[in-house]
């Protein structure tokens, strides 16, 4: 009577698995991006800097850092990854 992921098709384990995979990293992409825009963003400096006239140099910049951050520090793991 025991159901759950151990009962799964593998194909449906593997979908599972992505889509719990990239929901945690937009949740954490989310969040690391506002911490920085609240934080570092609010540096005049970053905040009034315009790369070729129009783009804010904050936007590429958080998100450089932001992926770097996720990559150095972040290891994601899913309850459907097949073992």
């Not at 593998?10 to 992505?18: E, R, T, W």
């Not at 690391?32 to 006239?53: H, S």
């Amino acid at each position: 009577m025991y159901s759950g992921a151990a009962n799964m098709n593998p194909k449906q384990k593997k979908i599972l698995h992505y889509i719990s995979v990239t929901g945690t990293f937009m949740f954490i992409y989310g969040v690391i991006y506002m911490i920085l825009r609240y934080t570092v963003g609010l540096i005049p400096f970053i905040k009034n800097t315009l790369l070729f006239g129009v783009f804010p140099l904050e936007i590429p910049l958080f998100i450089v850092s932001t992926l770097l951050i996720i990559r150095k520090f972040i290891r994601f793991s899913s309850p459907y990854r097949q073992e």
